[in-house]
């Protein structure tokens, strides 16, 4: 398999989940409080990655809602960071196996592809740094008019993927946060 195709393949795996994850918790609008459990964490880990958990923001598996259990029970590849005051925003994160990428990575190739494959359109797509690792950040949008803002960090043989609220920067801070754990 091309080094191309390996990355595409773990994009796409990838992808699918953070698209569907996104989507499923952005159904449950509206600020509301949700119930947290009393154990509180600082990081998680995310494949290859150990990330920090903004201020102002919960591991999703600290929520004793129902709602939320469910969404996250039904994604168990995907680790969801949502606001401590619910909102309907959140950040999905998921990590795939990958051939190394260098830099600068193909992101308008890599992008393209992986948008044809899960049915979306993309735009603003650019390459980006976090920390010493290639990356790139982009804009999806479904038929439904839902945009969420992507980015993509590699680091060897593993690609972290974050979906974010359009209008968020969180995403960047999160991805730039990652620790390597290999």
Do not use: Y
Not at 83 to 96: I, K, S, Y
Not at 104 to 130: M, Y
């Amino acid at each position: 398999m091309s080094k191309e195709a390996s990355v595409l393949l773990g994009l796409a795996a990838a992808g699918v989940g953070a698209w569907q994850m996104v989507s499923g918790i952005r159904a449950c609008t509206g600020r509301r409080e949700p119930h947290w459990s009393a154990q509180r964490a600082a990081s998680l880990a995310v494949g290859d990655f150990t990330v920090s958990i903004p201020a102002g923001w919960r591991d999703a598996r600290e929520a004793s809602d129902s709602e939320i259990k469910e969404l996250v029970a039904n994604s168990p590849r995907a680790r969801i960071l949502i606001r401590e005051t619910f909102d309907g925003d959140l950040v999905t994160l998921l990590a795939a196996p990958s051939e190394p990428v260098v830099t600068p990575a193909p992101c308008e190739k890599l992008v393209t592809d992986l948008v044809t494959v899960d049915h979306l359109t993309a735009s603003n797509i650019t390459q980006r740094s976090f920390g010493v690792d290639p990356g790139c950040a982009w804009i999806a949008k479904a038929n439904t008019g839902l945009e969420i803002s992507m980015a993509m960090r590699f680091h060897g043989a593993q690609i972290l993927l974050a979906g974010c609220p359009r209008t968020s920067s969180v995403c960047d801070r999160v991805l730039g946060s990652a620790t390597p754990t290999k």
